[in-house]
């Protein structure tokens, strides 16, 4: 069996630094170093819709936004493979597989979902007052992630730490059918980001999560204006009032983006005066450092970063048609493999009446018999 990395994102809106290094990054790192047999990256449209029901059409209008993320970072389509979510309802199929494996008590328990229910406010029921009610397709959409990985037997789920709990939901339900029904299932190991600041980027306002909902991203096809006005603004430390006061890196937005972003080659291009970044913490640490300069230097580091990506998503703008040929090529390459696994779970839940020449001649030999 060889090595698979399956990974994706929801098609909401464009992507923005958070996705970037929590996992784009590292996507494009995998795929350059060859050291996986295949690799699927998906446009998860259908899990967009769990929340997004009434509105279809802002899921239909950001396909094309994330597919040219993806290829503006440097995925390639000749070596992995790039597909549309409800292209393979091969996946839904195994999602109402899977939901005969898994409980109500423990998706409940499932700390990501439930964050994810909080943040969009869901509540058990409408109660009239205009609180959404909780969508089965939302709150069961561990079961719908479960059915992404293990269609292509990935061994390998790059995620941040806010998705851990949603790979060992999978591992749980492999392990549940693999007892019940045979070996089929592969379970898969978690790849996390090995620089801590890139496990979950905050926001511009310091707050803990980067997010399209409340206004705090720059996102990767921002205009080099857009990130000096999101830069500038960004939150440092509170009691940093003047340039001569002692400050906090601790929490500190714009430090915890340099530990993300900055290596020590920016200083010679960017700021001399410092040899790297820890020489810079334990000046604005003892004071005499001010946030302007180190936003100044941020700005550098972060266009620096984006202009190819920047530049390679302008030239694919010029042929959408193309776009989206690659995601159709990459989703009926995609079925192929999930319809396999398909037929080797439905044989194995003895549910491939058709294909079962030996049921059939069993069962017309027992009713000649009568």
């Not at 069961?140 to 949603?166: L, N």
């Not at 591992?171 to 089929?184: A, L, P, Q």
């Not at 857009?226 to 003047?242: A, C, E, I, N, Q």
């Not at 960017?270 to 020489?279: D, I, K, N, Q, T």
């Amino acid at each position: 069996m060889g090595r698979t990395i399956l990974t994706g994102d929801r098609p909401t809106g464009k992507l923005h630094l958070g996705h970037y290094v929590g996992s784009l990054r590292n996507r494009v790192a995998i795929q350059e170093a060859g050291d996986y047999d295949r690799m699927f990256v998906f446009i998860a449209d259908v899990q967009a819709l769990t929340d997004n029901a009434k509105n279809p059409e802002k899921i239909r209008q950001n396909v094309i936004e994330v597919a040219l993320d993806y290829l503006s970072c440097g995925l390639d389509p000749s070596r992995i493979t790039m597909f549309v979510q409800s292209r393979v309802p091969e996946l839904c199929e195994m999602t109402q597989y899977f939901s005969n494996l898994v409980t109500v008590a423990r998706l409940q328990r499932n700390p990501t979902v439930k964050t994810e229910i909080g943040l969009r406010g869901f509540h058990e029921e409408s109660d009239g007052s205009g609180k959404p009610g909780l969508p089965v397709g939302f709150f069961t959409y561990p079961i719908s992630q479960a059915a992404d990985i293990t269609a292509f037997k990935a061994t390998t789920v790059p995620v941040g730490d806010d998705q851990e709990p949603m790979v060992e939901q999978t591992r749980e339900i492999v392990r549940s059918f693999n007892n019940t029904y045979g070996e089929v299932l592969v379970e898969p190991e978690v790849l996390l980001p090995s620089n801590d600041a890139c496990r979950r980027l905050p926001g511009t306002d310091g707050k803990a999560k980067m997010s399209k909902s409340l206004g705090n991203c720059i996102f990767l096809s921002d205009s080099p204006e857009d990130v000096k006005k999101k830069v500038m603004g960004m939150f440092t430390d509170p009691g940093h009032l003047r340039v001569s006061d002692p400050g906090k890196v601790e929490g500190n937005a714009v430090f915890i983006y340099l530990d993300a972003f900055c290596d020590d080659g920016d200083f010679g291009r960017f700021w001399p005066e410092y040899a790297c970044l820890e020489e810079v913490k334990e000046h604005y640490r003892r004071g005499g450092l001010g946030d302007v300069k180190c936003k100044k230097f941020l700005l550098d580091v972060l266009n620096d970063r984006l202009e190819p990506v920047r530049a390679r998503r302008r030239e694919f703008e010029k042929d959408i048609p193309m776009v989206y040929e690659i995601l159709r090529k990459g989703s009926e390459s995609a079925r192929e493999v999930a319809a396999k696994t398909v037929d080797e779970m439905r044989r194995a839940m003895k549910i491939n009446y058709f294909e079962d020449a030996e049921l059939i001649a069993l069962q017309a030999e027992k009713y000649r018999r009568q």
